[in-house]
Protein backbone atom coordinates (compact mmCIF):
# COMPACT_ATOMS: atom_id res chain seq x y z
CA UNK A 1 0.00 0.00 0.00
CA UNK A 2 1.36 3.19 -1.02
CA UNK A 3 1.89 5.91 1.71
CA UNK A 4 -0.75 9.23 1.94
CA UNK A 5 0.27 11.77 0.52
CA UNK A 6 0.59 14.76 2.80
CA UNK A 7 0.28 18.87 1.91
CA UNK A 8 0.99 21.68 3.71
CA UNK A 9 -1.25 24.88 3.02
CA UNK A 10 0.09 28.82 3.59
CA UNK A 11 -3.17 30.31 2.96
CA UNK A 12 -5.65 33.24 4.14
CA UNK A 13 -8.11 30.84 4.51
CA UNK A 14 -9.49 29.35 8.01
CA UNK A 15 -11.36 26.06 7.85
CA UNK A 16 -14.22 26.39 9.71
CA UNK A 17 -17.96 24.69 10.33
CA UNK A 18 -19.70 28.08 9.48
CA UNK A 19 -20.36 29.74 6.30
CA UNK A 20 -17.82 32.47 5.84
CA UNK A 21 -18.33 35.72 4.24
CA UNK A 22 -14.72 36.48 3.81
CA UNK A 23 -12.06 36.00 1.04
CA UNK A 24 -10.55 32.85 0.17
CA UNK A 25 -13.77 31.22 -0.23
CA UNK A 26 -12.39 29.57 -3.42
CA UNK A 27 -9.56 27.68 -1.09
CA UNK A 28 -11.98 26.09 1.24
CA UNK A 29 -13.75 24.67 -1.39
CA UNK A 30 -10.90 23.26 -2.95
CA UNK A 31 -9.47 21.91 0.95
CA UNK A 32 -13.18 20.13 0.74
CA UNK A 33 -12.38 18.34 -2.30
CA UNK A 34 -9.66 16.94 -1.72
CA UNK A 35 -10.31 15.95 2.00
CA UNK A 36 -13.28 14.52 1.29
CA UNK A 37 -12.59 12.83 -2.01
CA UNK A 38 -8.68 11.99 -2.05
CA UNK A 39 -6.40 10.30 0.24
CA UNK A 40 -4.48 13.52 0.90
CA UNK A 41 -3.79 15.02 4.29
CA UNK A 42 -3.81 17.90 4.34
CA UNK A 43 -2.70 20.99 6.83
CA UNK A 44 -3.38 24.63 6.79
CA UNK A 45 -1.68 27.34 8.49
CA UNK A 46 -3.10 30.82 8.25
CA UNK A 47 -3.54 34.08 10.31
CA UNK A 48 -6.17 34.60 12.42
CA UNK A 49 -7.10 36.46 15.22
CA UNK A 50 -5.28 34.83 17.90
CA UNK A 51 -2.95 36.05 20.99
CA UNK A 52 -0.45 33.26 20.13
CA UNK A 53 0.32 30.18 17.40
CA UNK A 54 -2.78 27.91 17.68
CA UNK A 55 -4.13 24.34 16.90
CA UNK A 56 -7.68 24.74 15.80
CA UNK A 57 -8.62 21.81 13.11
CA UNK A 58 -11.80 21.64 10.93
CA UNK A 59 -12.73 18.29 9.79
CA UNK A 60 -10.21 16.63 8.15
CA UNK A 61 -7.93 19.65 7.93
CA UNK A 62 -5.21 20.13 10.42
CA UNK A 63 -4.67 23.74 11.05
CA UNK A 64 -2.69 26.38 12.39
CA UNK A 65 -3.12 30.31 13.58
CA UNK A 66 -1.07 32.25 13.61
CA UNK A 67 -1.52 35.84 15.45
CA UNK A 68 -1.80 38.72 12.46
CA UNK A 69 0.88 40.83 14.15
CA UNK A 70 3.45 37.92 14.39
CA UNK A 71 2.95 36.54 11.05
CA UNK A 72 5.90 38.64 9.41
CA UNK A 73 6.92 42.07 7.95
CA UNK A 74 5.92 41.79 4.73
CA UNK A 75 9.56 41.29 3.44
CA UNK A 76 10.88 39.46 6.39
CA UNK A 77 9.99 36.49 8.52
CA UNK A 78 9.96 36.79 12.34
CA UNK A 79 12.14 34.48 13.99
CA UNK A 80 9.04 32.76 15.72
CA UNK A 81 6.69 32.08 12.58
CA UNK A 82 10.13 31.25 10.56
CA UNK A 83 10.78 28.36 14.38
CA UNK A 84 7.67 27.59 13.86
CA UNK A 85 7.24 26.66 10.04
CA UNK A 86 10.54 24.42 10.53
CA UNK A 87 8.94 22.73 13.51
CA UNK A 88 5.95 21.46 11.59
CA UNK A 89 7.93 20.57 8.23
CA UNK A 90 9.85 18.09 10.92
CA UNK A 91 6.75 16.88 12.57
CA UNK A 92 4.24 16.58 9.09
CA UNK A 93 7.32 15.89 6.51
CA UNK A 94 4.57 17.15 4.32
CA UNK A 95 5.29 16.06 0.27
CA UNK A 96 4.88 18.95 -0.87
CA UNK A 97 3.86 23.08 0.37
CA UNK A 98 1.25 25.30 -1.06
CA UNK A 99 1.93 28.81 -0.80
CA UNK A 100 -1.81 30.60 -1.45
CA UNK A 101 -0.45 33.73 -2.66
CA UNK A 102 2.30 36.98 -2.20
CA UNK A 103 -0.17 38.54 -0.05
CA UNK A 104 0.98 38.41 3.68
CA UNK A 105 4.00 37.70 2.85
CA UNK A 106 5.06 34.78 4.91
CA UNK A 107 6.49 33.24 1.42
CA UNK A 108 10.01 35.07 2.84
CA UNK A 109 9.52 33.39 6.14
CA UNK A 110 9.21 29.78 4.13
CA UNK A 111 12.32 30.73 2.20
CA UNK A 112 14.15 31.96 5.11
CA UNK A 113 13.33 28.74 6.83
CA UNK A 114 15.52 27.20 4.15
CA UNK A 115 13.46 23.50 4.10
CA UNK A 116 14.20 21.05 1.75
CA UNK A 117 10.22 20.26 0.71
CA UNK A 118 9.17 20.88 -2.85
CA UNK A 119 7.26 24.44 -2.56
CA UNK A 120 4.51 25.08 -4.94
CA UNK A 121 3.91 29.27 -5.25
CA UNK A 122 -0.03 30.06 -6.30
CA UNK A 123 -0.58 33.65 -7.62
CA UNK A 124 -3.61 34.77 -6.44
CA UNK A 125 -3.25 38.81 -7.12
CA UNK A 126 -0.51 40.64 -8.03
CA UNK A 127 0.61 43.41 -5.70
CA UNK A 128 3.01 45.08 -8.29
CA UNK A 129 0.60 45.55 -10.69
CA UNK A 130 -1.84 47.51 -8.27
CA UNK A 131 -0.40 51.36 -7.90
CA UNK A 132 -0.77 51.51 -11.70
CA UNK A 133 -4.49 51.06 -11.43
CA UNK A 134 -4.96 51.79 -7.85
CA UNK A 135 -6.61 55.63 -8.16
CA UNK A 136 -9.42 53.82 -10.52
CA UNK A 137 -9.22 57.05 -12.48
CA UNK A 138 -9.61 59.57 -9.95
CA UNK A 139 -8.44 62.96 -10.03
CA UNK A 140 -6.09 64.94 -8.04
CA UNK A 141 -9.05 66.67 -7.05
CA UNK A 142 -10.94 64.26 -6.17
CA UNK A 143 -7.99 62.32 -4.08
CA UNK A 144 -7.78 66.14 -2.17
CA UNK A 145 -11.96 65.27 -1.38
CA UNK A 146 -11.03 61.88 0.01
CA UNK A 147 -8.94 63.66 2.94
CA UNK A 148 -11.04 63.38 6.25
CA UNK A 149 -10.59 63.71 9.73
CA UNK A 150 -8.84 60.05 9.62
CA UNK A 151 -6.92 60.80 6.95
CA UNK A 152 -5.65 64.05 8.50
CA UNK A 153 -5.10 62.00 11.94
CA UNK A 154 -3.28 59.08 10.32
CA UNK A 155 -2.46 60.20 6.76
CA UNK A 156 -1.62 56.79 6.43
CA UNK A 157 -5.38 55.62 5.10
CA UNK A 158 -5.76 58.48 2.55
CA UNK A 159 -5.22 56.35 -0.80
CA UNK A 160 -1.99 58.43 -1.38
CA UNK A 161 -0.05 56.30 1.22
CA UNK A 162 -1.73 53.41 0.92
CA UNK A 163 -1.07 53.01 -3.17
CA UNK A 164 2.76 53.54 -1.50
CA UNK A 165 2.04 51.01 0.38
CA UNK A 166 1.35 48.74 -2.35
CA UNK A 167 4.24 49.71 -4.51
CA UNK A 168 6.85 49.13 -1.53
CA UNK A 169 5.07 45.41 -0.87
CA UNK A 170 5.46 44.85 -4.78
CA UNK A 171 9.29 45.49 -4.88
CA UNK A 172 9.70 42.35 -2.15
CA UNK A 173 6.82 40.85 -4.42
CA UNK A 174 8.76 40.52 -7.50
CA UNK A 175 11.61 39.30 -5.35
CA UNK A 176 9.89 36.07 -3.85
CA UNK A 177 8.25 35.49 -7.12
CA UNK A 178 11.80 35.50 -8.86
CA UNK A 179 13.16 33.03 -6.17
CA UNK A 180 10.60 30.40 -7.21
CA UNK A 181 11.01 27.15 -9.35
CA UNK A 182 7.07 26.25 -9.03
CA UNK A 183 4.23 28.91 -9.51
CA UNK A 184 0.82 28.21 -10.49
CA UNK A 185 -1.67 30.57 -11.97
CA UNK A 186 -5.01 31.39 -12.51
CA UNK A 187 -5.49 33.30 -15.86
CA UNK A 188 -4.05 33.89 -18.78
CA UNK A 189 -3.03 37.62 -18.32
CA UNK A 190 -0.99 36.17 -14.46
CA UNK A 191 0.88 33.98 -17.10
CA UNK A 192 1.67 35.85 -19.03
CA UNK A 193 3.10 38.43 -16.43
CA UNK A 194 4.99 35.95 -14.48
CA UNK A 195 6.36 34.61 -17.61
CA UNK A 196 8.87 37.75 -17.80
CA UNK A 197 9.05 37.83 -14.23
CA UNK A 198 10.53 34.40 -14.16
CA UNK A 199 11.21 32.88 -17.07
CA UNK A 200 13.07 29.53 -15.35
CA UNK A 201 9.98 28.51 -13.75
CA UNK A 202 8.20 25.69 -13.64
CA UNK A 203 4.34 27.39 -14.29
CA UNK A 204 1.27 25.63 -14.26
CA UNK A 205 -2.09 26.89 -15.20
CA UNK A 206 -4.77 25.79 -12.50
CA UNK A 207 -8.55 25.86 -12.17
CA UNK A 208 -10.77 27.54 -10.03
CA UNK A 209 -13.17 25.55 -7.50
CA UNK A 210 -16.25 27.82 -6.47
CA UNK A 211 -18.32 26.81 -3.45
CA UNK A 212 -20.87 23.57 -3.66
CA UNK A 213 -23.78 26.49 -3.60
CA UNK A 214 -23.00 27.77 -6.82
CA UNK A 215 -23.02 24.77 -8.62
CA UNK A 216 -26.43 22.72 -6.97
CA UNK A 217 -28.92 26.18 -7.56
CA UNK A 218 -31.15 26.38 -10.31
CA UNK A 219 -29.92 28.77 -13.37
CA UNK A 220 -31.42 32.30 -12.97
CA UNK A 221 -34.40 33.23 -14.80
CA UNK A 222 -35.46 36.73 -16.10
CA UNK A 223 -37.07 38.60 -13.18
CA UNK A 224 -41.19 38.40 -13.87
CA UNK A 225 -43.57 40.70 -13.16
CA UNK A 226 -41.04 42.96 -11.37
CA UNK A 227 -41.59 46.79 -10.74
CA UNK A 228 -37.58 47.14 -9.73
CA UNK A 229 -34.48 46.81 -12.02
CA UNK A 230 -31.93 45.38 -9.55
CA UNK A 231 -28.32 45.78 -10.17
CA UNK A 232 -25.85 44.04 -8.12
CA UNK A 233 -22.27 44.12 -7.36
CA UNK A 234 -20.10 43.33 -4.48
CA UNK A 235 -16.22 43.91 -3.21
CA UNK A 236 -13.97 43.40 -0.10
CA UNK A 237 -14.19 46.77 0.82
CA UNK A 238 -13.83 50.59 -0.51
CA UNK A 239 -11.17 50.62 -2.91
CA UNK A 240 -11.08 53.24 -5.77
CA UNK A 241 -9.48 50.48 -8.37
CA UNK A 242 -12.81 48.43 -7.59
CA UNK A 243 -14.50 51.30 -9.29
CA UNK A 244 -18.07 51.17 -7.81
CA UNK A 245 -17.38 55.24 -8.43
CA UNK A 246 -18.05 53.96 -12.06
CA UNK A 247 -21.84 52.32 -11.61
CA UNK A 248 -22.18 55.36 -9.72
CA UNK A 249 -21.58 57.55 -12.90
CA UNK A 250 -23.56 54.95 -15.00
CA UNK A 251 -26.71 55.00 -12.86
CA UNK A 252 -26.82 58.54 -12.98
CA UNK A 253 -26.71 58.45 -16.56
CA UNK A 254 -29.91 55.91 -17.19
CA UNK A 255 -31.60 57.05 -13.85
CA UNK A 256 -34.40 59.16 -15.40
CA UNK A 257 -34.87 57.31 -18.25
CA UNK A 258 -34.94 54.06 -15.86
CA UNK A 259 -36.72 55.68 -12.34
CA UNK A 260 -37.10 52.13 -11.09
CA UNK A 261 -33.51 51.35 -11.20
CA UNK A 262 -31.47 50.53 -8.09
CA UNK A 263 -28.02 49.26 -6.72
CA UNK A 264 -26.85 46.04 -5.02
CA UNK A 265 -23.59 46.30 -3.22
CA UNK A 266 -22.17 43.72 -1.08
CA UNK A 267 -18.80 44.13 0.96
CA UNK A 268 -17.06 44.88 4.14
CA UNK A 269 -17.48 49.24 3.51
CA UNK A 270 -18.14 51.12 5.85
CA UNK A 271 -21.67 53.35 5.27
CA UNK A 272 -23.39 53.53 8.70
CA UNK A 273 -23.32 56.35 10.77
CA UNK A 274 -21.65 54.61 13.26
CA UNK A 275 -18.46 55.53 11.59
CA UNK A 276 -19.02 59.02 11.22
CA UNK A 277 -15.34 60.65 11.04
CA UNK A 278 -13.51 57.52 11.49
CA UNK A 279 -14.95 55.98 7.94
CA UNK A 280 -12.25 56.21 5.61
CA UNK A 281 -12.04 58.92 3.12
CA UNK A 282 -12.80 57.41 -0.38
CA UNK A 283 -15.98 55.99 1.64
CA UNK A 284 -16.96 59.25 2.37
CA UNK A 285 -15.93 60.49 -0.72
CA UNK A 286 -18.40 57.68 -2.92
CA UNK A 287 -21.36 58.78 -0.20
CA UNK A 288 -20.82 62.28 -1.95
CA UNK A 289 -20.43 61.69 -4.93
CA UNK A 290 -23.50 59.46 -4.63
CA UNK A 291 -25.69 62.36 -2.83
CA UNK A 292 -23.96 65.24 -5.68
CA UNK A 293 -25.37 62.47 -8.41
CA UNK A 294 -28.84 62.12 -7.31
CA UNK A 295 -28.84 58.51 -6.63
CA UNK A 296 -28.66 57.83 -2.83
CA UNK A 297 -31.96 56.83 -2.50
CA UNK A 298 -31.19 54.31 -5.66
CA UNK A 299 -28.88 52.53 -3.35
CA UNK A 300 -28.69 49.79 -0.80
CA UNK A 301 -25.70 48.79 0.77
CA UNK A 302 -26.19 45.13 1.82
CA UNK A 303 -22.67 44.30 4.04
CA UNK A 304 -20.93 41.27 4.31
CA UNK A 305 -22.62 37.64 2.04
CA UNK A 306 -22.18 34.08 2.27
CA UNK A 307 -22.50 32.10 -0.44
CA UNK A 308 -26.69 31.68 0.27
CA UNK A 309 -27.00 35.48 0.70
CA UNK A 310 -25.47 36.40 -2.89
CA UNK A 311 -27.37 33.65 -4.24
CA UNK A 312 -30.57 34.91 -3.34
CA UNK A 313 -29.37 38.26 -4.24
CA UNK A 314 -28.01 37.35 -8.06
CA UNK A 315 -31.44 35.35 -8.41
CA UNK A 316 -33.79 38.34 -7.79
CA UNK A 317 -31.29 40.85 -9.94
CA UNK A 318 -31.60 41.75 -13.54
CA UNK A 319 -27.58 41.52 -13.81
CA UNK A 320 -24.44 41.88 -12.37
CA UNK A 321 -22.11 44.45 -12.69
CA UNK A 322 -18.35 44.70 -12.34
CA UNK A 323 -16.62 47.64 -13.38
CA UNK A 324 -13.20 46.94 -11.62
CA UNK A 325 -9.53 47.98 -13.07
CA UNK A 326 -7.50 45.27 -12.12
CA UNK A 327 -8.55 41.77 -11.98
CA UNK A 328 -5.90 38.87 -11.70
CA UNK A 329 -8.91 36.29 -11.91
CA UNK A 330 -12.70 37.25 -10.41
CA UNK A 331 -14.12 34.74 -8.54
CA UNK A 332 -17.67 36.89 -8.45
CA UNK A 333 -17.55 37.00 -11.46
CA UNK A 334 -17.27 33.25 -12.03
CA UNK A 335 -19.96 32.25 -9.57
CA UNK A 336 -22.09 34.86 -11.73
CA UNK A 337 -21.83 33.01 -14.87
CA UNK A 338 -21.92 29.77 -12.45
CA UNK A 339 -25.80 31.17 -11.64
CA UNK A 340 -26.36 32.32 -14.99
CA UNK A 341 -27.06 35.93 -14.09
CA UNK A 342 -26.34 38.35 -17.00
CA UNK A 343 -22.64 39.97 -15.91
CA UNK A 344 -21.52 43.28 -17.46
CA UNK A 345 -18.10 43.94 -16.89
CA UNK A 346 -14.94 45.82 -17.67
CA UNK A 347 -12.04 44.95 -20.21
CA UNK A 348 -9.53 45.17 -17.32
CA UNK A 349 -6.92 42.37 -16.12
CA UNK A 350 -7.95 38.62 -16.73
CA UNK A 351 -11.56 39.64 -16.72
CA UNK A 352 -12.02 39.18 -20.34
CA UNK A 353 -10.66 35.58 -20.60
CA UNK A 354 -13.90 34.48 -18.28
CA UNK A 355 -16.44 35.56 -21.04
CA UNK A 356 -16.72 35.96 -24.46
CA UNK A 357 -18.44 39.87 -25.32
CA UNK A 358 -21.88 39.70 -26.92
CA UNK A 359 -21.95 35.76 -26.12
CA UNK A 360 -21.60 34.79 -22.78
CA UNK A 361 -21.03 38.40 -20.43
CA UNK A 362 -20.83 42.17 -22.04
CA UNK A 363 -18.01 44.00 -21.69
CA UNK A 364 -16.78 47.68 -21.83
CA UNK A 365 -13.77 49.96 -21.54
CA UNK A 366 -12.33 50.42 -18.22
CA UNK A 367 -13.42 53.44 -16.64
CA UNK A 368 -15.76 54.20 -19.51
CA UNK A 369 -18.92 55.08 -17.20
CA UNK A 370 -20.79 55.81 -20.67
CA UNK A 371 -20.21 52.58 -22.41
CA UNK A 372 -20.67 50.85 -18.86
CA UNK A 373 -24.45 52.69 -19.02
CA UNK A 374 -25.02 51.69 -22.53
CA UNK A 375 -24.23 47.61 -21.38
CA UNK A 376 -26.71 47.67 -18.30
CA UNK A 377 -29.16 49.73 -21.18
CA UNK A 378 -29.10 46.27 -23.92
CA UNK A 379 -30.35 44.20 -20.87
CA UNK A 380 -32.84 46.39 -19.57
CA UNK A 381 -34.17 46.61 -23.15
CA UNK A 382 -33.94 43.01 -24.52
CA UNK A 383 -34.99 40.39 -22.81
CA UNK A 384 -33.46 37.67 -25.52
CA UNK A 385 -29.96 38.88 -25.14
CA UNK A 386 -30.35 38.82 -21.78
CA UNK A 387 -31.65 35.02 -21.81
CA UNK A 388 -28.60 34.16 -24.58
CA UNK A 389 -26.23 35.61 -22.11
CA UNK A 390 -27.52 33.70 -19.07
CA UNK A 391 -27.51 30.52 -21.27
CA UNK A 392 -24.02 30.79 -22.48
CA UNK A 393 -22.67 32.27 -19.38
CA UNK A 394 -23.43 29.17 -17.44
CA UNK A 395 -22.60 26.70 -19.89
CA UNK A 396 -19.17 28.29 -19.71
CA UNK A 397 -19.17 28.20 -16.19
CA UNK A 398 -19.90 24.30 -16.19
CA UNK A 399 -17.21 23.65 -18.35
CA UNK A 400 -14.14 26.19 -16.88
CA UNK A 401 -15.26 25.49 -13.17
CA UNK A 402 -15.91 22.11 -13.18
CA UNK A 403 -15.47 20.71 -9.63
CA UNK A 404 -13.69 17.22 -10.73
CA UNK A 405 -12.01 18.79 -13.79
CA UNK A 406 -10.61 21.67 -11.38
CA UNK A 407 -9.55 18.69 -8.57
CA UNK A 408 -8.41 16.55 -11.26
CA UNK A 409 -5.97 19.33 -12.24
CA UNK A 410 -4.84 20.60 -9.22
CA UNK A 411 -4.08 16.74 -7.78
CA UNK A 412 -2.01 16.37 -11.85
CA UNK A 413 0.29 19.59 -10.39
CA UNK A 414 0.49 18.06 -6.58
CA UNK A 415 2.39 14.92 -8.81
CA UNK A 416 4.00 16.51 -11.25
CA UNK A 417 6.33 18.45 -8.61
CA UNK A 418 6.44 15.24 -6.33
CA UNK A 419 7.20 12.38 -8.69
CA UNK A 420 10.03 15.18 -10.19
CA UNK A 421 12.27 14.53 -7.25
Known amino acids: MSKKRKILWFSNAQFSDEKIKTTGTWLIAMGNAITETTDIELYNV ?8 TQKNSGNVTQWIIPYEKRTKYHQGSKEVISFIKKINDEINPDLIHLWGTESGIGFAIKE ?29 DLLKCTGLKEILRPQNHPYFIRKGFKKRGKHELRIIRQMENISVQSDWV ?50 YKGLHVIFEAIALLKNKYPNIRLNIGGNIQINKKYGFIRD ?36 SSMVVIPSFIESYCLFMAESMMVGVPTVASFAGALPQLAEHNQSALYFPTGDHWSCARQIEK ?12 VEARKTALQRNDQAKVLQTQLEIYNRIINAL
Open 191 to 240: DSIIQYINPKANIFQTGMMLRSEFYETPIWEYPKNSQVINLFTTCSGAIP
Open 379 to 390: IITNQGLAKKLS
Open 46 to 53: TGGDVKSI
Open 113 to 141: AKLETPLLLEIQGLLFTIPKNYYGGLSNN
Open 281 to 316: GYTSWLLRKANQLGITNLITWLGMMNADEMIAEMHK
